[in-house]
DNA sequence: CGCAATATTGAGCTCGGTCAAGGGGCGTGG
DNA sequence: CCACGCCCCTTGACCGAGCTCAATATTGCG
């Protein structure tokens, strides 16, 4: 389980305060844990490696140091849907109640910074600041996820990849160029397709010049208005 | 506006502390409000109206009486998603920001309890356990988001309508039975699918013998066992 | 009892899924 | 630095679940 894991691989402990390079002015953790004094600890985990499980007791509350996590549920025969993915900065596997709704995993080389959630609940407490810190947190995953269910139920194919463009452009891009760190058959799970959905749309996309590509994963927006367009 | 609407047709207006009947144990209003002293005003819709618009500032939080409410977000073509119905006892257009994230409207003649959202904020600012509370409703919906997602991603039509009876079934069956306050396209638009695919689904139901009609939304479950296979 | 709204059913079509076959880029190792 | 090999991605052909359009059938309300 995650004790283990961590007893092995935990890399480092600090009092939290500084705060993640690119992050200094809304760090979401140092807003909550900065005037707080929690203890903060980094962790690794490598490709595909799984953070924790669904309905698994929720011990920890994990903010994204570097790299990319998606939190998702499964069904019995194995469909996937990904509700979220979290990109350095992001806080995840917050819960208000005991265990984690959705599994994690990273899905390319990560670390993370993480603190007991016990020792939130015992801040929020005491300080009204963090409780409202907490729900607001959960607010904006839940605006999310309403977000997500309009692009599941009634969004087409094109429409969905379009909006995940925009999305991931708006928070990954550097100098007008996005890296992503998934592969096509995540970006489908995410949108509610399949890979090959996924691949014919961006081809579409590339072939009408509203986007460029150097590599699979490496994407430029040519024409960001076109793309609003396309999402309905 | 809310606020005219408000003027011409409130009808009453109480100290929060008597609960809904029906809900005396557990009624969320009731936990937030009754030891703070809240003033609670009643209000009724008619079928269809609506109740506050997508985008639109929060200034209430609301509480079914008696009827029934969705909350769906439109496109600008008009296709609609319901993220949830809410029934009696339920809480709804409870934001951590300034504005409603969906619309809400009542799908048939409905009344609600509802407090000022600034009291409610209030009232967190001093008390813990409101602010607590709070934030598990939210964390509530978020929950019914998650697994919503799930269902509008990667479930075929025939799963997502017996996910639609067994939650109805949880939430409103009286003596064995449900009486539906929501008609065939409003359940279509709550679980990403046509009206005319719902109406096939229910009569294949029907036709196995997995559920009885005594008219087209009154529906008795004949086999929740059956109804949870086919639920994924 | 009558009628307007709602639900059912049918027929045909389409978008996205499935299955299958290459192609290409990246990381690794020599 | 280059070549190799393994994923990952792309593309094609076909299929089918669910959508659209259309014609009844119910039903519940006045």
Redesign the pocket.
Same mark, same amino acid.
């Not at 509610?192 to 579409?204: D, H, K, N, P």
């Given at each position: 389980m995650l004790t283990q894991t961590l007893n092995t691989q935990a890399i480092n402990t600090q009092i939290v305060g500084k705060i993640a390079p690119g992050h200094p002015v809304t760090d979401q953790f140092g807003a909550i844990t900065g005037h707080v004094g929690l203890v903060a600890t980094e962790f690794s985990y490598r490709? /595909?490696e799984e953070i924790y499980g669904e309905d698994e007791p929720a011990e920890y509350v994990y903010q994204v140091v570097s790299g990319a996590v998606s939190s998702y549920k499964l069904l019995s025969d194995g469909r996937r849907q990904i509700g979220a993915f979290h990109l350095p900065g992001d806080v995840f596997g917050l819960e208000s109640g005991p265990a984690h709704r959705l599994a994690a995993e990273a899905i390319i080389d990560t670390t993370v910074r993480l603190v007991k959630r016990a020792s939130l609940e015992k801040a929020a407490g005491t300080d009204v600041q963090v409780a409202r810190k907490l729900w607001a947190m959960t607010a904006s995953e839940l605006r999310h996820a309403e977000d997500h269910m309009l692009l599941l139920g009634r969004? =087409? +194919?094109?429409? *969905?990849v379009a909006t995940f463009l925009l999305e991931m452009d708006r928070r990954l891009a550097v100098a007008g160029m996005m890296a992503?760190p998934?592969? &096509? &058959? /995540?970006? %489908?799970d995410y949108l %509610?397709? =399949?890979?090959? =959905?996924?691949? *014919? +749309?961006?081809?579409?996309l590339? +072939?009408q010049g509203i986007l460029g590509?150097? %590599? +699979? *994963?490496?994407i430029v927006l040519r024409n960001r208005q076109r793309l609003q367009h396309l999402d309905a």
């Open positions: 490709k /595909d969004k =087409t +194919a094109m429409e *969905r992503l998934m592969c &096509r &058959r /995540d970006i %489908g %509610g397709l =399949t890979l090959e =959905t996924v691949s *014919r +749309a961006l081809s579409q590339h +072939a590509f150097s %590599g +699979a *994963r490496q």
